[in-house]
């Protein structure tokens, strides 16, 4: 049985041009730092995929570091406005990535304090509550472009505007955003972007951080000067060099992969009134075009998801099993999502190769299944 993959907002596949770029990389070796002919061909495949990163966000090459997630850049930055005190306070979404929410919880364990904006019933994080929080000793908001779960894309042009405002600096977590939707780091108005290639079809282990010129940075990662000092250790060139290609395509071909997602997407949504008793969450903000979050009535998600794997059909929950216990998701709580809803809720996250087909043998499968669970979860008459 071919296997139905939608579940693009954990990672994507390696796009065929992206492996064929890599190839002669991966097959011959060199180190980027090394100064003989081989290093020399290496650093220069490395300044190709800066420029093609570069080229993506609209920024300039030298403010893109690469690092190997971005996990990493993100607590690159947090470490950053941290470096050097005992205290201070920051700002963040309480729906951000894990990456920084936990080290926000981290910094809270070492002295600092952090307020966490809940955002609206609707998934989007309001700009003047972001504002309320911030004071004279903020040294850093964050809040992602674009949430992982639900698709909620953020305002954060007018957020970094506040900020600036206050002489606070911003991080930006685009990682979900790349690939989906066009837009220009630089008219952001963030002062720290990160993206991750295995978002947007590139290899997984090849990320980069971008720092607007100016902005104050701290090397997570010491013991070399790579990357001009800002990030230690050698460079994966393969890897980079993917990450380079995938923001290539996705500059030229970004409006033609978000309205196919679009379109998959907008088709799946519409049909969802064959099987009753659902919603879906983040509909009527900004939203990813390619990200469905749907609740349905009466059904365990997780128990759906496993029934739709044995289908062949991929997808997510936003709850997981911690010791025996299942949990909702952050972003989830932070919508203020009744716990019923938020655990009968399924990610659907389509990709530019999303098929009709596809789109078919989802709906025949959730048709059978969920009418299925809500008979099994129904009271047995008394006989």
Not at 306 to 331: F, H, M, N, P, Y
Request: negative net charge; contains cysteine.
């Amino acid at each position: 049985m071919e296997t139905v993959y939608l579940d693009h907002n954990a990672t994507t596949p390696l796009e065929p041009r992206v492996l064929a770029a890599m190839m002669p990389w991966l097959e011959g070796g060199g180190n980027a730092s090394s100064l003989h002919s081989y290093g020399r061909r290496c650093r220069e495949a490395v300044e190709i995929a800066r420029d093609q990163v570069a080229s993506l966000l609209g920024v300039g090459p030298p403010e893109v570091v690469f690092t190997a997630s971005g996990t990493e850049a993100n607590n690159a930055v947090l470490r950053t406005v941290a470096e050097g005190l005992d205290s201070g306070h920051l700002v963040i979404s309480a729906f951000e990535h894990p990456s920084i929410l936990a080290a926000a919880r981290r910094l809270e364990e070492q002295g600092f304090e952090v307020s966490r904006v809940d955002p609206e019933a609707s998934g989007r994080i309001a700009p003047e509550a972001v504002a309320e929080e911030l004071r004279d000793d903020t040294l850093l908001v964050c809040l992602m472009l674009a949430n992982n779960e639900v698709g909620a894309v953020q305002p954060i042009a007018e957020v970094s505007r506040l900020a600036h405002e206050r002489g606070v600096p911003v991080l930006c977590d685009a990682v979900q955003a790349v690939g989906k939707i066009p837009f220009d780091a630089s008219e952001l108005g963030a002062d720290y972007l990160t993206i991750g290639a295995h978002k947007f079809y590139g290899p997984l282990g090849a990320a980069a951080l971008w720092i607007r010129r100016g902005a104050a940075f701290s090397p997570l990662l010491v013991g070399g000067s790579h990357e001009r000092h800002r990030r230690a250790g050698t460079l994966n060139v393969p890897a980079i060099v993917g990450l380079g290609a995938a923001s290539a395509l996705v500059e030229r071909e970004i409006d033609q992969w978000s309205a196919a997602m679009r379109r998959i997407r907008d088709g799946f949504e519409s049909r969802l009134s064959a099987l009753g008793g659902t919603s879906v969450h983040a509909a009527n903000v900004a939203r990813l075009p390619n990200t469905s979050n749907v609740a349905f009535d009466g059904i365990d998600a997780e128990a759906l998801m496993v029934r739709l794997d044995l289908r062949g059909l991929a997808v997510s929950t936003g709850s997981a099993c911690s010791s025996g216990v299942v949990e909702i998701s952050e972003t989830m709580r932070a919508m203020g999502v009744s716990e019923a809803q938020a655990l009968g809720s399924l990610r659907i996250s389509f990709g530019k190769d999303s098929t009709e087909e596809a789109l078919d043998r989802l709906m025949e499968a959730l048709v059978e299944e969920v009418e299925t669970l809500r008979r099994l979860g129904e009271p047995e008459v008394a006989r």
